[in-house]
């Protein structure tokens, strides 16, 4: 698999780390994955073998060629993310959670850290949660395709910033096989590594080469990169995962071609029986691991497809737990499930703890739980990632700042009440903003996306509040590729004219433009900024003395490939063409 695009050739797509280190680190074993994959492929030394010759089935020639190194890949993070949807359900299930958590060790945080996120006058505070999908093989992991070798990868990695309002969400996938600096990290020996060569992001999590692997490494290394607190960190293994699949009564997916035996395990080579079809379905267990796992047969067999239908099933997920209903008779086997496999860092190690976790994220809406991947690019030296400079920076400015990333201001605090306070200085009426006309029933049949032209924050969001008022499928989608728009400009594609000129008639002064698109794009501009009396943006007149400037708005290569928990489960789950 060495060609492949998301895997290092000289390395490996899973091969753990061998930083340097005060102390020694485990190298990779001699022969082991690699040499049991071969002799699987071969149907060597396994119970059954030849029965794929003999019309054994897709049963046969998993047991004649069960994946050794292209393990199971699984988006185990998920079962964290369930973790704030379990609050408020009972003392049953805190006594469950509370005998399964375990939690690793506090002194292998750095010391040298980014600043905690100061709270408003609320107490409104955002809240960082770094969510890590472990691979191990030690427990019973290798039976669910994790492998004979020690050690364990993080597959899968995601920052979600809970926003201080706690009505927002975004969560940032980071490929794995991303190249990036790793700092020192702490050693099962209790030595610490030197740190600063730079290496795959998912080597910090082998660092050490346990089987529990290194969760505070790679807080550590996210830390580093972002320049982000990390609140909380939770891991989860197979066993979480497929359990808590199976909890849930399965997962609804959606493929845009079928998925064979060959595909998942190319060493088998040939097409082999059907796995998955194409279209709509519900998996769990074995069928879902398949699923967040992979990679080939599939647009250009990279990670940045997988990533996309991790974050998928991750929405797909939520949602299935939420229609289900909160009561402790759906959350007690799901709960039990997840926290069986469950790491967390030590201000988590408690139910108590989780609860209170849980608490703070109950109201945000499933439209306003997003997912992004950072911003990437493939190398031209090899076959890995570089995370794009000043785009990802700007992405951590923006967490650092609480703006969404469609540029709304999501700090919590609220504004003073007319006549509150003392010496406060009377603030002008806001300009009237027009009435929106009483939207028809054809309306609901228009889509709309609405992007923001200007710096000023939120005005994306504002826009299609207007466009939902009037009853049209209005979608914010974040900044326009230029932020000098002085007039709201609506692009609409062939046949769309007619129901551009009726969504004209909610921005006053709106310029209509044909596009190239097949649908109709808003793209608000600086009168209606005035319009609805959004103020100056940071750093120009009439910004606040001591304020720190709002960050830079973010490319459109991010804000257009953003996910929201609540989009068709069929869009937007892969990447690239082939396979």
């Known amino acids: 698999m060495s060609g492949r695009r998301g895997e ?13 280190a ?25 119970r059954g073998s030849g029965r794929a010759d003999s019309g054994g089935g897709r049963a046969a020639a998993r047991k004649n060629a069960k994946p050794k190194k292209n393990v199971k890949k699984i988006v185990a993070w998920s079962a964290a993310g369930v973790l704030v949807l379990i609050a408020g359900a009972g003392g049953a299930i805190y006594f469950k959670l509370n005998a399964n958590i375990k939690s690793f060790d506090a002194d292998a945080i750095a010391a040298d850290r980014p600043p905690e996120a100061k709270a408003d006058a609320d ?34 990695t995601i920052l979600l910033h809970v926003y201080a309002d706690h009505k927002h969400a975004v969560g940032i996938s980071i490929p794995r096989n991303a190249m990036v600096q790793l700092p020192s990290c702490k050693l099962p020996n209790g030595k610490w590594t030197k740190g600063g060569n730079n290496d795959l992001f998912n080597a910090a999590f082998s660092t050490g080469g346990s089987d529990d692997g290194n969760p505070a490494c790679t807080q550590n290394t996210v830390e580093k990169l972002t320049g982000i607190r990390v609140d909380h960190t939770i891991v989860v293994d197979f066993n979480g995962f497929a359990a808590m699949t199976k909890a849930v009564n399965g997962v609804d997916i959606c493929l845009p071609q079928p998925i064979y035996e060959g595909d998942i395990n190319p060493n088998l080579h040939k097409k082999g029986a059907l796995v998955l079809p194409q279209g709509k379905q519900t998996v769990d267990g074995q069928k879902a691991l398949d699923y967040v796992r992979l990679r080939h047969g599939i647009g250009d067999g990279s990670d940045i497809g997988r990533m996309k239908r991790q974050q998928a099933f991750m929405s797909s997920l939520i949602s299935k737990i939420k229609k289900d209903g909160l009561s402790p008779t759906n959350l007690l086997p799901l709960a039990d499930a997840a926290t069986k496999s469950l790491t967390v860092d030590p201000g988590l190690n408690s139910a108590d703890k989780l609860l209170s976790f849980g608490l703070s994220m109950k109201n945000i809406d499933m439209h306003d739980l997003k997912f992004v991947t950072a911003p990437w690019r493939y190398r031209t030296q090899d076959s890995n990632i570089d995370l794009i400079q000043p785009d990802a920076g ?39 903003t027009p009435a929106a006309p009483v939207g028809d029933a054809s309306n609901a049949a228009i889509k709309v996306s ?72 808003v793209i608000v501009g600086q009168d209606f900024a005035a319009t609805v009396g959004a103020g100056s943006p940071s750093g120009t007149a009439g910004a606040t003395p001591g304020v720190p400037a709002a960050p830079q708005p973010l490319p459109t290569t991010v804000t257009n490939d953003a996910r929201s928990a609540d989009d068709d489960i069929c869009a937007n789950t892969t990447y690239g063409s082939g396979g």
Do not use: C, H, M
């Open 8 to 20: 290092s050739p000289a390395r490996g797509a899973d091969a753990p780390s061998t930083e340097g």
């Open 22 to 46: 005060t102390g020694s680190v485990p190298g990779p074993r001699g022969g082991g994955r690699a040499e049991a994959r071969r002799a699987a492929a071969q149907g060597k030394g396994g």
């Open 123 to 156: 107490g409104n505070k955002p809240v960082n949660v770094l969510l890590i999908g472990s691979d191990s093989r030690g427990k019973n992991n290798a039976d669910l395709g994790g492998g004979e070798d020690g050690g364990a990868r993080s597959d899968t």
């Open 394 to 432: 700007k992405l951590w400015e923006t967490l650092k700042a609480d703006q969404t990333i469609d540029g709304q201001n999501a700090t919590g605090q609220q504004p003073d009440a007319a006549g509150s306070g003392t010496g406060a200085a009377p603030q002008p009426p806001a300009p009237t």
């Open 450 to 521: 609405v992007y923001n032209g200007t710096v000023v924050n939120g005005l994306a969001g504002k826009g299609t509040d207007q466009l939902k008022a009037a009853k049209f499928s209005a979608t914010t989608a974040g900044q326009a590729a230029s932020t000098k728009y002085k007039t709201t400009t609506i692009e609409y594609g062939t046949g769309q004219k007619a129901n551009a000129e009726k969504i004209a008639a909610l921005f006053p002064g709106a310029e209509l433009a044909s596009g190239s698109s097949r649908g109709i794009s």
